[in-house]
C-alpha cells in the first residue's frame, strides 16, 4: 500500500463570488512567486494540462440509495421518490418523518454510511469518502501527482436556492523524490442546488483553460436530456463515468448508449476493470489451434457480485461484438441469485447461451458488481475451447460444481487488482480522450440486449 503524499497548501478554500474566480487564482500564484526564486520554497507547476470538471451525486441521495431506501435516478431533484425514501429512512431510525432533509437525518444517514463502508467514520463537512472535500482533496491525489491541472467541482444541495457559493483553493502533493518542485491543482468549487448550478452553467466554460483537454467526471446518473449535462459534454473532450456507481445499471447502461448515438465522447472506468479479464481472454486464444477453436464457442456463464450486473454485461457485449454474435432473447430471474440468460445468434446461425449470476458474498468488496469467475465452453466435446478465469481459486468453486472443472481446458486466475479505485484509474483515464470504439461497440450490443427485454 502507497502512502498518500504530504499536501502543500497554497490557499485553503476562500469563499468568493462567481466573477472574482479568476483574479483569486491569479493572486494565489502571485503571493506564492511560482518561481520559487526566494529559495524558500520549492517551485510550482500551475496548472498546464487539462481541466476536470467534476460532478457530484447530491449528497442524500447518494447516500439513501448506498443504504438501500432510494431506487430512482441520481440526479440531485428531490421530488416524490425521494420524499418516500426519507420518510422511510426516518420511519426506520425514528426520527420525525418530514420526508425532507433535516439536519437530525442527514446526521443519522451518514453515520448509517459510515457503518456501511466499514470504517466507523463520519466525516466532518459531510461529504463522506464518495464525494469531492476540498479541505482534502482526494480525488487530485492520483492525478496531481503527474499532471498539474484545474478542477473544476459542482455540488449540487438540497434545500432552498440561495444561489450560487463560490471556493477557490490550491494544493501541492510533495514528492520525495521531487522535492524541489511542487506540482499542483487549481479547485474550483461551486455548490448550490440543481437548478441554481444549471442556471450558472453558461459561465463554466469559460473557467475552462483554454487550449488544453477538458474532462467532465460525471458522478451521477447520466441523463442525455439534463441541461448542464449538455452544455459541458458539448465542450469536453471526454465525458467519464463509472458505471460501478449506476443506481439502475440497466436503464443507465441504455443512457450510455443514447449518448454515444448523440456523438457524446465516452470514458466508464468500470471498463478499465476488465482489462485483466479481457487480456486473459484473449492470451487462451493466443495458440493457433486455440484460435481456430474459438467459432466452437456456444456456451458462456459469467459469475459476479450480486447487486450491480454492469461489468458483467459490459465483458459479454465485449465478448459478443468480438465474435459478432447477435443477441436474439433475454430473461431474468431473481432469487438467490439474479440469473440472466441471452442466446445469440452467430453468423453462421449457430446459437450461443450465455448466463449472467449475481451471487450473493459475505465479504463485498468497494466496487459493486466486480466479476467473479466466467467460462467460455462447448457443447462440441471434441472443441478445445474450454477457458475458466476466476479471480482466486475458490471464486470457481461455484462453476465447478456446475461440471465445469470437466469441461475447461484452460484454467487462469486474475490477479489482485489494485488500480481498481476510481482516483486511480482517472489518472490513467485522462491521459487519453475522444471516441473508444471497443467500449462503444460493446455498449452497441448491450442496449440491444437490453431492448429485447422491453419486448418479452
Not at 447502461?253 to 448515438?261: A, G, I, R
Not at 471498463?271 to 456456444?298: C, F, G
Amino acid at each position: 500500500m502507497t502512502q498518500a503524499p504530504t499536501i502543500f497548501s497554497l490557499q485553503a478554500p476562500k469563499d468568493i463570488s462567481l466573477n472574482e474566480i479568476e483574479a483569486e487564482l491569479n493572486q494565489i500564484w502571485q503571493s506564492y512567486g511560482i518561481t520559487g526564486e526566494d529559495g524558500a520554497l520549492p517551485a510550482a507547476t500551475r496548472a498546464t494540462t487539462f481541466t476536470l470538471v467534476v460532478y457530484e451525486p447530491e449528497e442524500t441521495q447518494y447516500l439513501l440509495a448506498s443504504l438501500g431506501f432510494y431506487h430512482g435516478p441520481i440526479d440531485g431533484i428531490l421530488g416524490p421518490q425521494t420524499d418516500a425514501a426519507l420518510r422511510e429512512a426516518q420511519k426506520k431510525y425514528q426520527l420525525l418523518e418530514t420526508g425532507t432533509t433535516t439536519p437530525e437525518t442527514l446526521t443519522k444517514l451518514r453515520e448509517e454510511y459510515a457503518k456501511r463502508q466499514g470504517n466507523g467514520v463520519v466525516a466532518q463537512n459531510g461529504n463522506g469518502a464518495y464525494s469531492f472535500n476540498t479541505s482534502s482533496p482526494t480525488i487530485a491525489d492520483e492525478i496531481a501527482l503527474r499532471n498539474p491541472c484545474r478542477i473544476i467541482a459542482l455540488c449540487p444541495l438540497a434545500g432552498e436556492d440561495e444561489g450560487v457559493k463560490a471556493q477557490v483553493s490550491a494544493y501541492c502533493p510533495i514528492q520525495k523524490q521531487s522535492s524541489s518542485t511542487l506540482v499542483c491543482c487549481e479547485y474550483i468549487t461551486l455548490s448550490g442546488t440543481t437548478s441554481a448550478l444549471e442556471r450558472i452553467g453558461g459561465m463554466i466554460p469559460a473557467l475552462l483553460i483554454g487550449g488544453l483537454p477538458k474532462f467532465l467526471w460525471w458522478k451521477a446518473t447520466p441523463d442525455p436530456n439534463n441541461a448542464l449535462f449538455k452544455r459541458l459534454s458539448a465542450v469536453c473532450n471526454n465525458v467519464i463515468v463509472d458505471s460501478c456507481n449506476f443506481n439502475e445499471p440497466e436503464q443507465d447502461l441504455l443512457s450510455l448508449q443514447e449518448l454515444v448515438d448523440n456523438n457524446v465522447p465516452l470514458a466508464d472506468l468500470n471498463w478499465r476493470r476488465l482489462s485483466a479479464w479481457q487480456e486473459l481472454t484473449a492470451e487462451a486464444y493466443d495458440a493457433p489451434h486455440r484460435r481456430a477453436a474459438l467459432p466452437e464457442i456456444d456456451r458462456v456463464m459469467i459469475d459476479y457480485e450480486k447487486g450491480n450486473p454492469a461489468q458483467a454485461l459490459l465483458y459479454l457485449g465485449w465478448l459478443a461484438s468480438r465474435l459478432e454474435w447477435m443477441p436474439v432473447a433475454y430473461q431474468t430471474q431473481s432469487d438467490d441469485y439474479d440469473i440472466a440468460r441471452i442466446r445469440f445468434l452467430a453468423k453462421d446461425q449457430r446459437q450461443i447461451e450465455a448466463e449472467l449470476a449475481g451471487v450473493p458474498v459475505a465479504d463485498v468488496g468497494d466496487i459493486a458488481g466486480d466479476l467473479i469467475a466466467l467460462r467460455l465452453s462447448s457443447t462440441n466435446p471434441k472443441a478445445d475451447c474450454s477457458t475458466l478465469i476466476c479471480t482466486e481459486t475458490g471464486g470457481c468453486m461455484r462453476m465447478e460444481t456446475h461440471g465445469a472443472a470437466q469441461t475447461s481446458g484452460l484454467f487462469q486466475q486474475v490477479g489482485s487488482l489494485s488500480e481498481q479505485k476510481a482516483e486511480a484509474l482517472l489518472s490513467q483515464q485522462v491521459q487519453r480522450w475522444g471516441r473508444e470504439n471497443l467500449f462503444e461497440d460493446s455498449l452497441g450490443i448491450i442496449a440491444q440486449i437490453l431492448k429485447l427485454a422491453t419486448k418479452s
